[in-house]
C-alpha cells in the first residue's frame, strides 16, 4: 500500500516511521524540500505542494491509495486545507481514503469549541459524500510530553501542559 503523510511534523514523523516499519510505501506531501527524509526507510518520495491548488493535490496524490494529513497552518482555517484534500481525494482515481488531522484535545468541559470547531466543515462534507473513506482519530493527550525530549518527536509545550515537571514540588 501507497499511503501519503501530509506534513512533516511531530505526528507525521511517528506516522512515517510506523507505516515504513510494516512494509507501506510512504509518499510526503510538503511545502518545503526536507533534508531529514532524504534516504529515511520507506519515504518514496517527497512532493511539494502547498496545499491550496485541487489539481495540484490530485496530481500529488495519483499513485496512493489513502491520506493521512497532520498538517495545521495558523495562516489557513485548517478546515480550508482540509476540504481541498477532501476534493483531491474525491477526484483522485485512487486515493479514496483520508484521515484528516485532529489531533487536539478538549482540556476543560467547560472550554469554548474553538477545539473542536475548527474542522466542522470539514466534518459535515466528509458527511454528505460517499466516494472517500474517512476516519478521525481523537487523541487527547500524548504520553510522549513525559518522556525525555531525547526519545521523541514531539517539541516542550511547557507550562500549557498539566504536569509541570519542571515547578514541580
Excluded at 28 to 41: A, I, P
Excluded at 124 to 144: C, H
Excluded at 148 to 158: A, E, K, M, Q, V
Aim: proline letters at 6%; aromatic letters at 12%.
Amino acid at each position: 500500500m501507497r499511503v501519503a503523510v501530509a506534513g512533516t511534523g511531530s505526528f507525521a514523523k511517528y506516522f512515517i516511521d510506523e507505516f515504513s516499519a510494516v512494509g507501506h510505501e510512504v509518499v510526503v506531501l510538503t511545502r518545503s524540500h526536507k533534508d531529514f527524509l532524504d534516504g529515511k526507510k520507506g519515504v518514496v518520495e517527497q512532493r511539494i505542494t502547498d496545499y491550496t491548488s485541487v489539481a495540484e493535490l490530485v496530481e500529488a496524490l495519483k499513485d496512493c491509495d489513502a491520506l493521512v494529513s497532520t498538517i495545521f497552518d495558523e495562516r489557513y482555517p485548517s478546515s480550508e486545507l482540509h476540504l481541498k484534500l477532501l476534493e483531491a481525494c474525491k477526484q483522485s482515481p485512487k486515493c479514496k481514503r483520508f484521515i484528516p488531522a485532529e489531533y487536539r484535545g478538549k482540556f476543560s468541559p467547560d472550554e469554548d469549541a474553538v477545539f473542536y470547531g475548527y474542522n466542522k466543515p470539514l466534518k459535515e462534507a466528509l458527511k454528505e459524500q460517499n466516494d472517500v473513506e474517512y476516519t478521525f482519530v481523537s487523541l487527547g493527550w500524548v504520553a510522549d510530553y513525559i518522556v525525555p525530549s531525547t526519545n521523541r518527536n514531539h517539541p516542550d509545550i511547557g507550562p500549557f501542559h498539566p504536569l509541570d515537571l519542571v515547578r514541580a514540588p
